[in-house]
């Protein structure tokens, strides 16, 4: 099942959010605990008390209720947010495999995402796969970067990006 975020708690999270002071979360965190009390079980108010406790630096507090969000039918735009949350909160703790499995369903239901793409790389990087992680990064800049300079090398980036994931594809398979 998909949830519905209704304007008025859209609104009210997305203020929240934006007065939130990266440098003291716990404001952040009690208002949105104080929202998830009025809805409980929300996918989206779990998921903003997730990226609160996270931006605090309370990564396995997080999880659960980024577990919870996306349990509880979270989607849209949120879920992809909340996917790379996820991942990246993993690999902050070590849980290699996990964030890559939640990083690669990010990338294989948001392909088009460049914040995906990006943090799908820097996953790829902390778990060991180095040519892996520069192919996506130079095959992300032959896709976005559209200066004159950069498209003279289109090609030559293209298929450097394809050998470094070739290494990699054979390594893994090895």
């Known amino acids: 099942m998909t949830a519905r975020l209704s304007p008025e708690l859209e609104a009210t999270l997305g203020e929240i959010f934006d007065r939130r002071d990266r440098a003291n979360m716990q404001p952040t965190i009690d208002e949105f605990l104080a929202v998830l009390a009025a809805h409980p079980g929300d996918p989206y108010v779990l998921y903003e008390v997730g990226g609160s406790y996270d ?13 919870q969000a996306m349990a509880a039918g979270l989607a849209g735009d949120p879920l992809r947010r909340c996917l790379l949350q996820y991942g990246s909160t993993l690999r902050i703790l070590g849980r290699m495999d996990d964030s890559l499995a939640a990083l690669d369903r990010a990338l294989a239901e948001y392909p088009d995402s460049e914040s995906v793409r990006l943090f799908h ?7 060991g796969r180095s040519d892996a992680a520069v192919g996506e990064l130079l095959a992300f800049a032959a896709d976005t970067v559209r200066t004159p300079d950069v498209l003279r090398y289109e090609a030559a980036l293209r298929g450097n990006a394809g050998y470094l994931l070739g290494l990699d594809e054979s390594r893994a398979g090895a």
């Not at 605090?56 to 577990?67: H, N």
């Not at 790389?121 to 778990?127: F, N, P, S, T, V």
């Open 121 to 127: 790389a820097l996953g790829m990087h902390a778990a």
């Open 55 to 67: 931006t605090a630096g309370e990564e396995e507090t997080a999880l659960g209720y980024y577990e």
